[in-house]
């Protein structure tokens, strides 16, 4: 009794944020019992509070030793070794917590995240045909097997697994129009649209599903609504950084990269640059040190909130970037950087006609694109997920017709998705010097 008094004393001090008085409860408690599951669980829980990610999975495995029925304990551990980089025991970790408690909502929500990067997961799929066998009302085990069978390259019980999840209905569901997306891209449209038209019509006034209805349905749009981008953003603004770092994103650090070997020639730092579509700001911190002055421009009130806490833009703007170069700007900018942001828009000739304005001369744009690889086809097209791809014919061309220079263009992969490498372009564009 007197042992389980302590331990609560310490986990009241851990929450408060009184690391001192939660470890001497801790370790009061280990004094007495060496072999406390809690005791070191919340002891490993709190080393990694400290900053010792490695003393933390220590512990938390002697706990789980000591119970080896601890969902929390797994999943916990899972969370530490996904942050030092170990995500393949990460992901045993939170599937030994399902296994122990099927509806663990966060583990689920772990298995979810790390399997959208993952390239190959052989050794869960048994598990979790296990998983759906037992409990076969688990939206969330549904959802994974999907996932997962996706990944095997099983294309038809994947679309089947997904289709079982739209039964659950679209409440259940923190991205209510994820299964029809990649339904689509598994070549179930006519369900996706479906699926997609019934939460439209309980809810007209929902953007993200009447936009993704529209891209699903193969829709003439030239770009993404406004309200969508901001509504879609907003609301992943929380755990951009983290998703797309497990799809292994690299548009940042590609486009950073050109800027730093152009910043090196150059021999000087650009006076006044322009981050378009900056979202949480990755790109920020990579070109910061070749920049006098930096700004970032985003429709996403959520993820300028996440870029502000950077402290490395000097202005953060609020708006739609092509209205934002053609407004009055206080200077023209001698670069500017668009990552993973024209995807957004299809017809880019609004925007590189607003560019070629808001660039001094010498000016340059360093960008990247989904590359759409079919010359024979449209300049640009939206795919299932509501981006677009285009052309780097069209690039040239739409840059050309506004007085811009397509300087270089160079095939990248941007990062992966469902087990597959995103394809994408780098290229930059100039502004002529005045003659
Ligand atoms: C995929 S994110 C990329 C963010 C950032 N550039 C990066 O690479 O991490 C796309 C961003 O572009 C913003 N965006 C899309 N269309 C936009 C537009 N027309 N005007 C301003 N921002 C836009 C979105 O709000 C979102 O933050």
């Given at each position: 009794m007197q042992i389980d008094a302590k331990l609560q004393e310490g986990i009241a001090a851990h929450r408060e944020g009184d690391l001192q008085t939660a470890l001497a409860a801790y370790k009061e408690v280990l004094t007495t019992d060496p072999d406390h599951a809690d005791g070191l669980h919340f002891l490993g829980l709190l080393h990694f509070d400290a900053g010792k990610p490695e003393n933390a999975i220590v512990l938390i495995r002697k706990s789980i030793e000591q119970n080896s029925k601890n969902a929390s304990a797994y999943n916990n551990l899972g969370n530490i070794l996904k942050l030092t980089d170990e995500q393949d025991q990460a992901l045993e970790a939170y599937v030994r917590a399902v296994e122990i408690e099927p509806r663990h909502e966060e583990a689920w929500s772990n298995i979810n995240v790390l399997l959208e990067g993952a390239s190959n997961n052989d050794d869960l799929l048994p598990i979790l045909t296990e998983i759906v066998r037992l409990d076969p009302d688990n939206p969330n085990a549904w959802h994974n097997f999907g996932l997962s069978l996706m990944l095997a390259g099983k294309r038809d019980e994947a679309a089947d697994a997904l289709e079982r999840c739209l039964?659950?209905?679209?409440?259940?569901?923190?991205?209510?129009?994820w299964h029809a997306r990649v339904l689509c891209s598994l070549g179930r449209q006519d369900r996706a649209v479906g699926h997609l038209e019934k939460i439209v019509a309980a809810n007209p006034d929902d953007t993200v599903a009447r936009y993704q209805l529209a891209a699903v349905r193969g829709d003439t749009l030239d770009q993404a609504p406004e309200d969508y981008v901001k509504e879609h953003f907003d609301s992943f603004s929380e755990s951009f950084d983290e998703v797309l770092r497990n799809l292994g994103y690299r548009a940042p650090e590609l486009v950073a990269s050109e800027v730093s070997e152009l910043a090196e020639q150059k021999g000087t730092t650009y006076a006044d640059v322009a981050d378009l579509g900056?979202?949480?700001?990755?790109c920020g911190p990579l070109i910061r040190k070749h920049c006098d002055r930096l700004t970032g421009i985003d429709l996403s009130p959520g993820m300028l909130k996440k870029a502000d806490a950077?402290?490395?833009?000097d202005f953060l703007v609020e708006g739609e970037l092509v209205g934002f170069l053609n407004s009055d700007l206080p200077t023209q900018f001698d670069l500017a950087v668009c990552v993973?942001?024209?995807?957004?828009?299809?017809?880019?000739q609004p925007f590189m006609q607003a560019l070629f304005a808001a660039l001094e001369p010498g000016g340059m744009l360093i960008a990247s694109v989904e590359h759409?690889?079919?010359?024979?086809?449209?300049?640009y097209k939206v795919d299932p997920t509501g981006r677009y791809a285009h052309t780097p014919e069209y690039l040239k061309r739409s840059a050309e017709t506004e007085g811009l220079s397509y300087t270089k263009e160079k095939p990248v992969v941007l990062r992966k998705e469902l087990g597959k490498e995103v394809h994408g372009l780098i290229f930059h564009l100039s502004k002529p010097r005045k003659t």
């Open positions: 039964e659950f209905g679209a409440d259940v569901w923190s991205d209510p129009v900056c979202g949480t700001g990755l950077l402290n490395v833009y993973d942001t024209l995807c957004y828009l299809g017809d880019l759409l690889s079919d010359p024979t086809g449209p300049d």
